[in-house]
């Protein structure tokens, strides 16, 4: 099993920037992506960016430009830098992970996002 802790989360004005950190433990030589996902009341969870052992990234159009996720395979780190963050960026942010084979997911247990003017 996988767990995950994560850090950075906070309170922030719009244009401002925070990094979120997640630092797994456990099977990590079972991670093949790594993520982060934010979800806001009364909506679906949905992807802000991932990446995979091999670098590989995505990210959601609503944050490209201003997100750079990055990754430490030494350290088992996973990272968000989010900078312009705006109004709607507010939400609350979980660190994800995904197996190789079966696709096992994991889940963090959440950083809040706020975003003032």
């Known amino acids: 099993q996988v767990q995950l802790v994560e850090s950075g989360g906070g309170v922030v004005q719009t244009g401002g920037s925070l990094r979120l950190s997640c630092a797994a433990s456990?099977?990590?030589?079972?991670?093949?992506?790594m993520g982060w996902y934010r979800q806001v009341p009364g909506k679906e969870r949905e992807l802000v960016a991932d990446?995979?052992?091999?670098?590989?990234?995505d990210y959601a159009d609503s944050v490209k430009g201003r997100f750079t996720i990055s990754r430490d395979n030494v350290k088992n780190t996973v990272s968000l830098q989010m900078n312009s963050l705006k109004l709607e960026d507010t939400a609350v942010y979980y660190c994800?992970?995904?197996?190789?084979?079966?696709?096992?997911?994991?889940w963090g247990q959440g950083t809040l996002v706020t975003v003032s003017e």
């Open positions: 994800h992970t995904e197996s190789y084979g079966l696709r096992i997911e994991t």
């Open positions: 990446i995979d052992s091999s670098g590989r990234t």
């Open positions: 456990g099977s990590i030589f079972t991670i093949n992506a």
